[in-house]
Protein backbone atom coordinates (compact mmCIF):
# COMPACT_ATOMS: atom_id res chain seq x y z
CA UNK A 1 0.00 0.00 0.00
CA UNK A 2 1.17 3.75 -1.26
CA UNK A 3 0.21 6.57 0.38
CA UNK A 4 0.60 9.24 -2.52
CA UNK A 5 -1.42 12.31 -1.00
CA UNK A 6 0.69 12.83 2.36
CA UNK A 7 0.73 16.07 1.99
CA UNK A 8 -2.65 16.61 3.34
CA UNK A 9 -1.47 15.91 6.61
CA UNK A 10 0.04 19.49 7.01
CA UNK A 11 -3.06 20.51 5.69
CA UNK A 12 -5.02 18.09 8.39
CA UNK A 13 -3.33 19.59 11.18
CA UNK A 14 -4.52 23.46 10.22
CA UNK A 15 -7.90 22.33 9.80
CA UNK A 16 -7.46 20.81 13.89
CA UNK A 17 -5.38 23.71 15.00
CA UNK A 18 -8.06 26.46 13.59
CA UNK A 19 -11.19 24.30 14.76
CA UNK A 20 -9.58 24.77 18.12
CA UNK A 21 -9.16 28.10 18.52
CA UNK A 22 -12.34 28.98 16.95
CA UNK A 23 -13.97 26.32 19.70
CA UNK A 24 -12.18 28.48 22.07
CA UNK A 25 -13.76 32.01 20.34
CA UNK A 26 -17.30 30.28 20.45
CA UNK A 27 -17.50 28.87 23.91
CA UNK A 28 -15.51 31.70 25.42
CA UNK A 29 -15.59 35.22 23.47
CA UNK A 30 -19.46 34.64 22.46
CA UNK A 31 -20.85 32.47 25.33
CA UNK A 32 -18.96 34.45 28.05
CA UNK A 33 -19.86 37.96 26.45
CA UNK A 34 -16.13 38.70 26.18
CA UNK A 35 -14.72 41.29 23.41
CA UNK A 36 -15.38 39.83 19.33
CA UNK A 37 -12.25 41.54 17.96
CA UNK A 38 -9.60 39.86 20.38
CA UNK A 39 -10.96 37.07 22.00
CA UNK A 40 -9.91 35.84 25.22
CA UNK A 41 -7.30 32.47 24.09
CA UNK A 42 -5.40 32.29 26.96
CA UNK A 43 -8.88 32.08 28.97
CA UNK A 44 -10.10 29.07 30.80
CA UNK A 45 -13.09 30.18 31.72
CA UNK A 46 -15.53 27.90 29.51
CA UNK A 47 -18.40 25.61 29.45
CA UNK A 48 -17.09 21.97 30.53
CA UNK A 49 -18.44 20.84 26.78
CA UNK A 50 -16.03 23.63 25.24
CA UNK A 51 -12.91 22.17 26.95
CA UNK A 52 -13.70 19.03 25.90
CA UNK A 53 -14.15 19.51 22.15
CA UNK A 54 -11.23 21.77 22.37
CA UNK A 55 -8.97 19.36 24.05
CA UNK A 56 -10.34 16.70 21.56
CA UNK A 57 -9.08 19.03 18.29
CA UNK A 58 -5.91 20.23 20.36
CA UNK A 59 -5.13 16.64 20.64
CA UNK A 60 -5.43 15.57 16.91
CA UNK A 61 -3.61 18.59 15.98
CA UNK A 62 -0.51 17.46 18.39
CA UNK A 63 -0.99 13.83 17.25
CA UNK A 64 -0.47 15.45 13.72
CA UNK A 65 2.39 17.47 13.98
CA UNK A 66 4.25 14.66 16.09
CA UNK A 67 3.72 12.81 12.41
CA UNK A 68 4.79 15.49 10.79
CA UNK A 69 8.06 15.69 12.33
CA UNK A 70 8.89 12.21 11.78
CA UNK A 71 7.65 12.55 8.12
CA UNK A 72 9.89 15.33 7.77
CA UNK A 73 12.55 13.79 9.27
CA UNK A 74 12.29 10.94 6.67
CA UNK A 75 11.59 13.04 3.97
CA UNK A 76 15.58 14.77 4.40
CA UNK A 77 16.95 11.29 5.26
CA UNK A 78 15.46 9.60 1.71
CA UNK A 79 15.99 13.22 -0.04
CA UNK A 80 19.83 13.94 0.61
CA UNK A 81 21.00 10.27 2.04
CA UNK A 82 18.97 8.04 -0.84
CA UNK A 83 18.66 9.53 -3.32
CA UNK A 84 21.68 11.85 -3.76
CA UNK A 85 24.25 9.79 -2.02
CA UNK A 86 25.06 11.79 0.87
CA UNK A 87 27.33 10.25 3.71
CA UNK A 88 25.69 10.46 7.30
CA UNK A 89 27.10 13.28 9.15
CA UNK A 90 26.15 16.45 11.15
CA UNK A 91 23.11 17.29 8.79
CA UNK A 92 21.14 13.52 9.55
CA UNK A 93 21.74 14.33 13.37
CA UNK A 94 20.19 17.58 13.01
CA UNK A 95 17.25 16.32 11.42
CA UNK A 96 17.06 13.58 13.82
CA UNK A 97 17.66 15.89 16.86
CA UNK A 98 14.80 18.52 15.45
CA UNK A 99 12.49 15.45 15.03
CA UNK A 100 12.74 15.06 18.78
CA UNK A 101 11.52 18.68 19.73
CA UNK A 102 8.71 18.02 17.47
CA UNK A 103 7.69 15.00 19.58
CA UNK A 104 8.06 17.21 22.45
CA UNK A 105 6.37 20.12 21.18
CA UNK A 106 3.61 17.50 20.56
CA UNK A 107 4.09 15.88 23.90
CA UNK A 108 3.71 19.40 25.56
CA UNK A 109 0.65 20.58 23.44
CA UNK A 110 -0.97 17.70 24.57
CA UNK A 111 -0.68 18.89 28.08
CA UNK A 112 -2.32 21.90 27.40
CA UNK A 113 -5.19 20.51 26.18
CA UNK A 114 -6.24 18.74 29.49
CA UNK A 115 -5.05 20.97 32.28
CA UNK A 116 -7.82 23.51 31.21
CA UNK A 117 -8.56 22.87 34.84
CA UNK A 118 -8.29 26.12 37.29
CA UNK A 119 -7.16 24.09 39.39
CA UNK A 120 -4.14 22.96 37.32
CA UNK A 121 -3.44 26.32 36.25
CA UNK A 122 0.59 25.92 37.37
CA UNK A 123 0.82 22.91 34.69
CA UNK A 124 -1.10 24.49 32.54
CA UNK A 125 0.98 27.54 32.41
CA UNK A 126 4.66 25.83 32.34
CA UNK A 127 3.31 23.54 29.63
CA UNK A 128 1.56 26.90 27.48
CA UNK A 129 5.45 28.30 28.27
CA UNK A 130 7.83 25.23 27.75
CA UNK A 131 4.87 24.45 24.16
CA UNK A 132 5.39 27.70 22.71
CA UNK A 133 9.36 27.72 23.38
CA UNK A 134 9.56 24.24 21.69
CA UNK A 135 7.57 25.09 18.98
CA UNK A 136 9.24 28.26 18.67
CA UNK A 137 12.91 26.31 18.63
CA UNK A 138 11.49 23.92 15.91
CA UNK A 139 10.40 26.46 13.84
CA UNK A 140 13.79 27.95 14.04
CA UNK A 141 15.58 24.64 13.06
CA UNK A 142 13.30 23.71 10.62
CA UNK A 143 13.53 27.03 8.64
CA UNK A 144 17.89 26.77 9.00
CA UNK A 145 18.19 23.09 8.33
CA UNK A 146 15.81 23.55 5.15
CA UNK A 147 17.97 26.76 4.09
CA UNK A 148 21.60 25.17 4.85
CA UNK A 149 20.74 21.68 2.69
CA UNK A 150 21.57 22.44 -0.96
CA UNK A 151 19.98 21.30 -3.68
CA UNK A 152 16.87 22.61 -0.98
CA UNK A 153 13.67 20.38 -1.17
CA UNK A 154 11.96 23.88 -1.82
CA UNK A 155 12.50 26.79 -3.51
CA UNK A 156 14.50 29.81 -2.16
CA UNK A 157 11.33 31.95 -1.70
CA UNK A 158 9.71 29.20 0.62
CA UNK A 159 12.74 29.44 2.72
CA UNK A 160 12.76 33.22 3.41
CA UNK A 161 8.68 33.30 3.93
CA UNK A 162 9.33 31.01 6.97
CA UNK A 163 12.19 32.68 8.25
CA UNK A 164 9.74 35.89 8.10
CA UNK A 165 7.11 33.64 9.59
CA UNK A 166 9.59 32.39 12.79
CA UNK A 167 11.28 36.00 13.08
CA UNK A 168 7.49 37.74 13.76
CA UNK A 169 6.78 34.68 15.95
CA UNK A 170 10.19 35.04 18.06
CA UNK A 171 9.26 38.92 18.03
CA UNK A 172 5.79 38.01 19.29
CA UNK A 173 7.47 35.32 22.05
CA UNK A 174 9.65 37.34 23.57
CA UNK A 175 7.11 40.31 24.12
CA UNK A 176 5.07 37.96 25.62
CA UNK A 177 7.42 36.63 28.41
CA UNK A 178 8.37 39.61 29.02
CA UNK A 179 5.58 41.64 30.07
CA UNK A 180 2.76 39.14 30.47
CA UNK A 181 3.04 39.57 34.50
CA UNK A 182 3.80 43.21 34.28
CA UNK A 183 0.26 45.23 33.53
CA UNK A 184 1.81 48.45 33.73
CA UNK A 185 3.95 47.34 30.65
CA UNK A 186 1.28 46.19 28.39
CA UNK A 187 -2.63 45.70 28.69
CA UNK A 188 -4.83 42.71 28.51
CA UNK A 189 -5.47 42.96 24.89
CA UNK A 190 -1.85 43.52 23.76
CA UNK A 191 -1.06 40.07 25.62
CA UNK A 192 -3.56 37.90 23.79
CA UNK A 193 -2.84 39.22 20.60
CA UNK A 194 0.99 38.31 21.26
CA UNK A 195 -0.71 34.74 22.26
CA UNK A 196 -2.77 35.20 18.85
CA UNK A 197 0.64 36.03 17.16
CA UNK A 198 2.41 32.91 17.98
CA UNK A 199 -0.09 30.47 17.27
CA UNK A 200 -0.82 31.63 13.98
CA UNK A 201 2.75 32.10 12.92
CA UNK A 202 3.62 28.18 14.14
CA UNK A 203 0.41 27.02 12.38
CA UNK A 204 1.07 28.66 8.97
CA UNK A 205 4.57 27.48 9.59
CA UNK A 206 3.94 23.69 10.12
CA UNK A 207 0.77 23.59 7.30
CA UNK A 208 3.82 25.36 4.35
CA UNK A 209 5.08 22.22 4.80
CA UNK A 210 2.70 20.62 2.06
CA UNK A 211 4.93 22.46 -0.45
CA UNK A 212 7.84 19.50 -0.02
CA UNK A 213 5.39 16.49 0.58
CA UNK A 214 3.38 17.16 -2.74
CA UNK A 215 5.98 15.31 -4.32
CA UNK A 216 6.83 12.32 -1.76
CA UNK A 217 4.98 9.26 -0.79
CA UNK A 218 4.85 6.68 2.10
CA UNK A 219 5.23 2.83 1.72
CA UNK A 220 2.94 0.73 4.36
CA UNK A 221 5.47 -1.29 7.16
CA UNK A 222 6.77 -4.61 5.76
CA UNK A 223 6.68 -7.50 8.00
CA UNK A 224 9.13 -10.40 7.05
CA UNK A 225 8.60 -13.66 9.28
CA UNK A 226 12.14 -15.43 10.08
CA UNK A 227 12.33 -19.25 11.16
CA UNK A 228 14.00 -19.28 14.92
CA UNK A 229 16.13 -22.46 13.97
CA UNK A 230 17.34 -20.86 11.48
CA UNK A 231 21.07 -19.84 11.34
CA UNK A 232 21.06 -17.40 8.76
CA UNK A 233 18.47 -15.85 9.57
CA UNK A 234 16.70 -15.35 6.12
CA UNK A 235 13.35 -14.40 6.15
CA UNK A 236 10.46 -16.90 5.45
CA UNK A 237 8.95 -14.25 2.75
CA UNK A 238 12.38 -14.15 0.58
CA UNK A 239 12.69 -18.04 1.45
CA UNK A 240 9.77 -19.01 0.12
CA UNK A 241 10.50 -17.02 -2.86
CA UNK A 242 13.82 -18.47 -3.95
CA UNK A 243 12.02 -21.91 -3.58
CA UNK A 244 9.81 -21.49 -6.05
CA UNK A 245 12.41 -19.86 -8.67
CA UNK A 246 14.52 -22.75 -7.96
CA UNK A 247 11.03 -25.03 -8.50
CA UNK A 248 10.46 -23.16 -11.76
CA UNK A 249 13.77 -23.73 -13.33
Given at each position: ???????????????????????????????????????????????????????????YSAFL?????????????????????????????????????????????????????????????????????????????????????????????????????????????????????????????????????????????????????????????????????????????????????????
Amino acid sequence: MVLTKIWLIPIFYGFCAISATATKYFFVSLLKKYPHILPFLASRDASLFGECVFAHFVSYSAFLLMLIAYIRHRQTVEYYAHRLGWENSMWRVMSTVIAGVGFFTALCITVIAHCEDPELAVVHEWADTVAFAAGLLYAWAQAVLTWSLVPRMCTLRVCVFRFMIVLVESVAFVFYRFVKDDEKLSPPWLLEASLWIIAICFHIFIITFFIELRFSYLHSPKVAFVRAEETDRVPILQRNEEDEMNNNS
